[in-house]
Structures are given as C-alpha cells and as structure tokens.
C-alpha cells in the first residue's frame, strides 16, 4: 500500500514568515495529492490539491509543488498569519483511498 | 450552500452501550466515508460507501458498522464502544473514489 511521509510535524514561524511543509509518497499510481488545514475540533478543510499532470499550483499565500520523479511534493505558506495557524495533512491517492500524511502543526508567532 | 453535515457535534456514551453517529450531505455525491481521528494522529478510514456498495478497511472492528439508506445520509454504529474508541469521527464525501474529499466537522466521541 501507500505509504506518505510527511515533515517536519512541528513547524513555528514568525508572522510574515514562509512556512514549507513536505510530504513523500511511496505509489507511482498516485495522481492525485490534496492539502488539508484542520483547526482544533474541527474537520479537515481542504485548502489546495494538484494532479500529476502539473508541476505547480498556486492560489493566493499558497502554493503546491510537485516532483513525481522524486515522489514528493511541498505545501508553501507565504507572509503567514495568525490564522494560518493549524494542523495540516498532504495525502494521496491510490487504490480506493487517500493516505494521510501525519501532520504538520504550524504556529505562527505574531 | 452545498456541504457534509454531522450530528451531534459532541456524543457521550457508556463503556458498552450503543451509539449511532449522523452524516448527511447535501453535495449529491457518490461516496461516503468514515474516518476515525485519535489526538495528534492523522484520519483512518473506517470504511466507504460507493452508492449502495459498502467497502470495508481490513482493519475496522466487527464492532463498526454502518448504513446508508439514500444517497443523503450514511450512519455509524458502534455496537459496543470501548473506552478506545473515544476520538473525533470525521465523514466526507466525494463525486469518485479517488477524487476530491469533503469533510464534516466531526464528532467527537466520549466514552465513559
């Protein structure tokens, strides 16, 4: 089965601070890679995915970058804020299920 | 606005006794699943629905089971819960297996 890495599982920043999170997968198959943002008590929400046909994806503060060859691909926070202040999973795709990544706990310090 | 719904927020049960949790969703997609989440772990998949197709992980307890009876609302029974069994129930949905999954905003479940 597929097996996701992800690091580091603690991240603090300084607000206004890039933060980067990196996750690896172990399936070629996998095509398909979401982020998710979970606040405390609440549901994961997802906040930015890409597909093995692109390399980058950006949307606002936040990017995703995707190596295949490599099998990983990254999370980028741009000029953080308070509120960005979160856990945070990758996951992929393969077979009939996604797997979650571990999970990031990003602090960011105003 | 189109979303996945769950019912209560917050569930107290007895070492042993019965519970049933809710999902409903009103994004009239195909999936549903069931996932579990402990304290600072990532989600595990109970198991999912495809339509009327009932897909269970290797590893979920005898003591999980669910139903779905309409493409709206999928339950969890827990027939005998376990002081381990305590932690955030989470269900999502998605148009296909594979893509894109929207979740709930869980119960979190209490065994006493």
């Known amino acids: 089965g597929e097996n996701v890495e992800q690091h580091p599982s603690t991240l603090s920043v300084q607000e206004g601070d890039s933060a980067v999170i990196k996750c690896t997968y172990s399936?070629?198959?996998?095509?398909?890679f979401p982020w998710y943002k979970q606040e405390l008590g609440k549901g994961p929400q997802l906040i930015i995915d890409i597909r093995s046909n692109v390399g980058e994806k950006k949307d606002q503060r936040i990017a995703v970058t995707l190596n295949k060859t490599a099998k990983h691909f990254s999370l980028h926070i741009t000029e953080t804020q308070p509120e960005d202040s979160a856990v945070y999973f990758c996951?992929?795709?393969?077979?009939?299920?996604?797997?979650f990544g571990t999970g990031t706990s990003l602090t960011v310090i105003p | 606005d189109a979303m996945v719904i769950q019912n209560p927020r917050y569930q107290v049960t007895q070492f042993g006794k019965p519970v049933t949790l809710s999902c409903s969703q009103t994004l009239n997609h195909n999936v549903m699943y069931w996932y579990q989440q402990k304290s600072s772990q990532a989600p595990k998949l109970l198991f999912h629905y495809y339509d009327k197709d009932f897909n269970n992980e290797a590893d979920t307890p005898d003591n999980f089971q669910s139903r779905r009876p309409n493409t709206s609302f999928c339950f969890l029974d827990i027939r005998s819960p376990g002081l381990g069994d305590a932690a955030m129930y989470l269900c999502?949905?998605?148009?296909?297996?594979?893509?894109?999954?929207?979740f709930g905003p869980g119960t979190r479940l209490t065994v006493l």
């Open positions: 399936d070629s198959a996998s095509n398909y």
């Open positions: 996951a992929a795709n393969t077979g009939n299920q996604f797997y």
């Open positions: 999502a949905t998605s148009t296909l297996v594979r893509d894109t999954q929207y």
